[in-house]
């Protein structure tokens, strides 16, 4: 690509996924484009769309690289394909709905020069709907393996400190991998599909020693989320999205606990499923308890390949369980919170949290 009168420091890829999201991907191609540091290249990744997605893009960035895969395999497979695609030692990843600010690609890549030796550069998440709001600052690890708000969530960004802080785990919504910064990167792990691949590619990382940073200063504006799978409020939960819980929890725990973190975690986890599977009953009836099983299903037909990745992660770990392992409050959308289900999800979650306290060690961070 050719530029006037912007001054290039590193060339830079721009990996954008999409997947029936024409709309969506349309306007972060035009947000890239008005970016202040220009790209080098910028490629979409077509998750095998069933819309207009790839005649739309052609007909309007003609000079946008569009690859499409054979299968529709999930944000994560996606993202393999646009690291392996891209030409140059960093990549900037975006799902398609996300909006960028003129000016973040350009704070990323200056904070490699204040920040250096990191493999991941995250940028601050903001609600697109309410611009001054954080929806994301990096993400924690509740013991039980889901994914925790940092303590920035639903804060306005004004009243937070700036300062750029290491993270344990982060969203894929938009993040700049610096290649040249490792020899070792684990890529991530398409057997997920969808939901837990970010947590699993950013612990994997993490444990085997690829940092990863915060910067504040460096801003991006999240929308929707995934239609049918995504969960915005409302009386019933994605069936799909019930399976892949269900499945994906167990995938991620049993991969990357240790020996004693594992059967420790067992009573407790068990307690959970139980109420995921009352969960599933109330709110979608038999078609929730079917989603719930074949998320048993198909954990027991992966158990082999995730026993075997289990061998390869712990052989190669420097990080205990105890140093990214957190004990404190779970994350329920709004909806759950009040009447009845608050009251019973705010007993239970004082049992875990004394659980986790008393029996694995962890305490309230």
């Known amino acids: 690509m050719h530029y006037k009168s912007k001054e290039i420091t590193h060339l830079v890829s ?15 191609l035009h947000s890239l484009l008005d970016s202040e540091y220009p790209l080098d290249e910028i490629i979409v990744i077509d ?4 819309d207009d997605s790839m005649s739309r893009i052609r007909e309007l960035f003609p000079h946008v690289k569009v690859h499409s895969t054979q299968n529709n395999i999930g944000p994560g497979g996606a993202r393999n394909a646009g690291m392996a695609l891209a030409k140059n030692d960093l990549i900037v990843f975006l799902d398609n709905d996300v909006e960028i600010k003129s000016d973040a690609i350009q704070k990323l890549v200056k904070g490699i020069q204040s920040n250096p030796g990191y493999t991941f550069y995250v940028p601050r998440v903001l609600y697109f709907d309410d611009k001054e709001v954080v929806q994301k600052e990096g993400t924690d690890i ?110 991620f725990c049993l991969k990357y606990y240790q020996r004693k973190t594992l059967i420790l975690f067992l009573p407790a986890s068990f307690a959970f499923d139980v109420g995921i599977i009352l969960f599933a009953t109330f709110r979608n009836g038999l078609s929730g308890l079917v989603s719930v099983a074949r998320g048993y299903r198909s954990l027991i037909c992966a158990l082999s ?22 004990n404190r409050k779970l994350r329920f959308n709004k909806c759950f919170q009040n009447g009845f289900t608050g009251v019973v999800i705010s007993i239970v979650d004082s049992c875990l949290r004394t659980y986790g306290r008393f029996i694995l060690g962890l305490k309230s961070k």
């Open 305 to 326: 390949k995730i026993l075997s990745n289990r061998k390869e992660i712990q052989g190669h770990r420097i990080l205990a369980d105890k140093e990214y392992l957190f």
């Open 14 to 28: 721009a990996v954008v996924i999409n997947h029936n999201g024409a709309n969506y991907t349309i306007e972060l």
């Open 47 to 50: 998750d095998r769309s069933t």
């Open 142 to 251: 509740h013991y039980l393996g889901l994914t925790l708000n940092v303590a920035t969530h639903n804060l306005h960004k004004d009243t937070l400190d700036a300062t750029p802080r290491e993270l344990i785990a982060f969203p894929g919504v938009c993040f700049l991998y610096a290649k040249k910064h490792t020899n070792n990167i684990a890529k991530y792990d398409e057997s997920y599909f969808y939901t837990f691949e970010d947590l699993d590619f950013s612990v994997h990382n993490h444990i085997i020693g690829n940092k990863s940073i915060l910067l504040p200063v460096a801003e991006v504006y999240h929308k929707g989320g995934t239609p049918g799978l995504s969960y915005r409020g409302g009386s019933k939960y994605p069936n799909k999205r019930l399976e892949f819980l269900v499945k994906n929890r167990w995938m």
